[in-house]
């Protein structure tokens, strides 16, 4: 009888593919979830094996063996074979793909899986006393360490900021040792994880907790304002799970994983942490993915990408911020990490958390329509109060780098009582445009149909859409006039004029060019966490995650852009935006001021947003967005297309259209818009269009994709042309 595997492959192919199994493989044991490297179209790749079979639909000699079976046992668990499963067709993309996407790089690479390093105590360490050590008080701490935790990874040691020189010096002294792979399990021997009392929950917080219920399926989304303590809901909630022996994974926005947060929870729990973002290695990457697979982590704290670790014995998830877009994955597989993790929840029965002060409308729509258990925190926690918000009509007002008189007036009050400023500008640069003063030349990009920035520091026109760099002209290439001028508004001008209007101020500006580097990000949050009076000038990259209590002064310097999108979801980010920047300024005693300058100060939502609340705003635009049969009523599906020749990319979505509309004929729940060009048409040199697919029916919609997908890769058009389809779209 022949042995086959049935193999995932990291290929755009909606399929998977037959190879023999070596004559020796034991087929009794588990198979599914192993790597093996295989010989396809003449490149060794790495696939995921996803069972075994006797018969195939090919002739048995047209089958190829595999070179090799990679892991003994699975590497990828069942629970997680699963999930990739449902993801790959939830999102129509290939199985195999969306299984690379969940490993880490180097296990998709085919390299043998690591063996975590850990110390632990020798006998004479273990009855040393806690105190001992005086004199050497980094020996002391990782000595406690060792007490308290048991055994200590090196990426834990990392996490507590223990010096590894410590641990080296104590195993000198014959009081610590290292060993290689796991150690024996104190796992379940220590069912206590808590270290810090949990804080006596106010009334708010006991009636929210006295809801959670931790042994079904239950999707709550605890909308609380900022500062009303949902993080403390997250802790206690966690503490049920991890004394039950179970393990929790909670999501964080990308940049919302600074250090304050991290150590709040491991100030709390004893518990192994593992973290997993962007900016680890690769090796501590793969080694907290397994430490959280072979359930030696208790906790996972990441972001997106952490939704697809795998969790021995997952008990709980938290989604912190929910409605940010960073839980959206916008290349390749395209995914949201919110949505995928309430239906891992569903399918392991456990309950899910998402916590936001300003939820989306998606799930603000869930919890009104009952899907989900709607929680809710209307105070803040301790007596602080919130800040006031202020709208600045900017109509004939004159501005200083775009700031109105009494922005500057309220930053300078601040600064005088010690306090810090900090102006809100989503563009990074100089100014978003070159332009010839004399015959209108403007510099723009080769490759795109985008204007340069002009960047100061260093000098030189940069396109935020390719990354093509250039150095500024001295005359304009057109006419040689020397007359160039810049137009429009970025953060390094606001920094400059700021630093002009604000000479004895020192000015922090933070934005993508500014925290390249690695560590910067954390030294421009310690400047801000110091409380010296200072400025901030940033992009929206602050408004995440931060608590900044000494700034008491914000001013939104353009609120019109999010007022007059053209993306129907411009509303929601701006409002969500203000509420976030609002909630995490100022404390108590100087709850501070919101500034909003705009030209519309009359903007009915603006106003209600402001008078009434991002909860009563968020239904309003609900109520539109209904009436406009927009999403979240309706189900919005992306396809793509580009190429070097605009009329490929047109060509391959009228297929998608037509192919869809036999499918489905035309009725008035399902709405074509295209193919119609990108907001940004070519870029890189490539024309991008796109077909937006709305329906009021997801299972028809997802029977069309459905059709549509098994249809395209077989037409010639598909193969000249680049495309993709975004799910659950968001333009
Ligand atoms: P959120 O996550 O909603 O922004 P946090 O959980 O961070 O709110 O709480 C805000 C502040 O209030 C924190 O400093 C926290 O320690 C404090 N806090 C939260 N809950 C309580 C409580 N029950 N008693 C006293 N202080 C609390
Ligand atoms: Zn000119
Ligand atoms: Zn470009």
């Known amino acids: 009888m022949p042995k086959i595997l049935d193999i995932a492959l990291p290929v755009h192919l909606y399929k998977s593919f037959d190879y023999l199994a070596p004559e020796e493989l034991d087929l009794s044991t588990a198979v599914r979830g192993c790597r093996a490297k295989v010989v396809f179209n003449h490149q060794v790749l790495v696939g995921v094996v996803l069972g075994s079979k006797a018969h195939s639909d090919f002739p048995l000699a047209k089958l190829k063996p595999i070179d090799a079976l990679l892991d003994q046992r699975p590497c990828i668990p069942a629970e997680l074979m699963a999930l990739c499963q449902w993801a790959s067709e939830y999102y129509h993309y290939p199985l195999g793909e969306t299984l690379h996407a969940a490993l880490p790089k180097r296990l998709r690479d085919g390299l043998e899986e690591q063996r975590e390093h850990y110390w632990r105590h020798t ?14 008080r980094q020996q002391q701490l990782a000595h406690q360490a060792l007490l308290l935790h048991g055994q200590l990874s090196q990426a834990q040691l990392k996490a507590l900021d223990i010096p590894k020189a410590a641990m080296k010096n104590l195993e000198q002294k014959g009081l610590a040792e290292q060993l290689e792979g796991e150690p024996e399990h104190s796992v379940t021997a220590a069912p206590h994880w808590q270290q810090e009392a949990n804080l006596p929950p106010s009334e708010q917080q006991q009636a929210v907790l006295e809801e959670l219920r931790f042994h079904q399926f239950n999707c709550y989304l605890l909308e609380g304002v900022t500062g009303s303590g949902k993080t403390e809901i997250y802790l206690q909630a966690m503490t049920r799970v991890l004394n039950a022996g179970r393990q929790a994974l909670v999501l964080i926005p990308e940049i919302g994983l600074g250090p304050q947060t991290l150590q709040r929870f491991q100030r709390r729990f004893k518990a192994h942490i593992a973290t997993l973002h962007s900016n680890l290695s690769e090796t501590e990457r793969e080694l907290a993915w397994s430490a959280a697979r072979d359930g030696r982590a208790k906790i996972v704290i990441g972001t997106r990408l952490a939704s697809l670790c795998p969790m021995r014995d997952l008990g709980l998830i938290i989604i912190d911020e929910e409605h940010d877009n960073s839980y959206r994955q916008q ?51 301790g007596r602080a109060s919130a800040p006031s918000l202020r709208v600045v009509d900017l109509k004939n007002q004159s501005l ?67 990354d093509a760099q250039k150095p500024v002209p001295q005359r304009c290439p057109q006419c040689h006039n020397t007359d160039l001028m810049f137009k429009g508004l970025g953060t390094e001008q606001l920094e400059q004029a700021l630093a002009k209007a604000f000479p004895h101020t020192a000015i922090v500006r933070i934005d993508r060019d500014s925290t390249a580097n690695k560590g910067s990000f954390e030294q421009c949050l310690n400047t801000i966490h110091s409380g010296e009076p200072c400025i901030v000038v940033g992009t929206q990259m602050l408004a995440k995650g931060h608590h900044l209590p000494h700034i008491t002064c914000v001013v939104i310097v353009d609120a019109d852009q999010g007022l007059m999108s053209a993306d129907f979801r411009g509303l929601e980010k701006l409002g969500q935006l203000i509420i976030q920047v609002a909630g995490r300024a100022g404390r108590a005693e100087n709850p501070g001021t919101v500034i909003i300058q705009s030209h519309q100060p009359d903007h009915p939502l603006l ?12 239904r309003q635009l609900l109520q539109e967005r209904h009436s406009a049969l927009l999403p979240p009523f309706t189900q919005l599906a992306i396809f793509r297309a580009e190429s070097k020749r605009p009329e490929n990319a047109v060509e391959l979505l009228e297929l998608v259209k037509s192919l869809a509309q036999t499918r489905q004929a035309a009725s008035p729940h399902m709405r074509y818009l295209g193919p119609m060009p990108a907001f940004i048409e070519r870029v890189k040199d490539r024309y991008r269009y796109q077909l937006q697919i709305c329906s009021g029916n997801r299972k028809v919609l997802n029977d069309l994709l459905q059709h549509v997908i098994q249809e395209l890769p077989g037409k010639a058009i598909a193969r000249r042309t680049r495309w993709s389809l975004e799910v659950d779209g968001h333009e």
Request: charged letters at 20%.
């Open 331 to 381: 290349d390749n597989f395209r995914y949201s990490a919110r949505d995928l993790s309430i239906y891992r929840a569903k399918t392991l029965h456990i309950p899910i958390i998402l916590g936001s002060a300003t939820p989306s409308l998606e799930s603000l729509n869930n919890a009104i329509r009952t899907r989900y258990q709607h929680l809710r925190l209307t105070q803040r926690a």
């Open 123 to 136: 006998t004479e360490g273990k009855g040393l006393d806690a105190n001992a050590l005086k004199r050497a």
């Open 607 to 618: 106003e209600l947003l402001l008078t009434r609340g991002y909860h009563v705003f968020a």
């Open 400 to 466: 200083t780098a775009g700031l109105s008189q009494a922005a500057l007036q309220e930053m300078q009050r601040s600064l005088e009582r010690g306090q810090q400023a900090m102006v809100f500008v989503n563009r990074r640069g100089y100014a978003p445009a070159l332009l010839c003063h004399h015959c209108g030349w403007a510099a723009s990009c080769l490759n795109c149909d985008a204007r340069m920035t002009l960047h100061c520091a260093p000098r030189h026109l940069h396109c935020h859409h390719c």
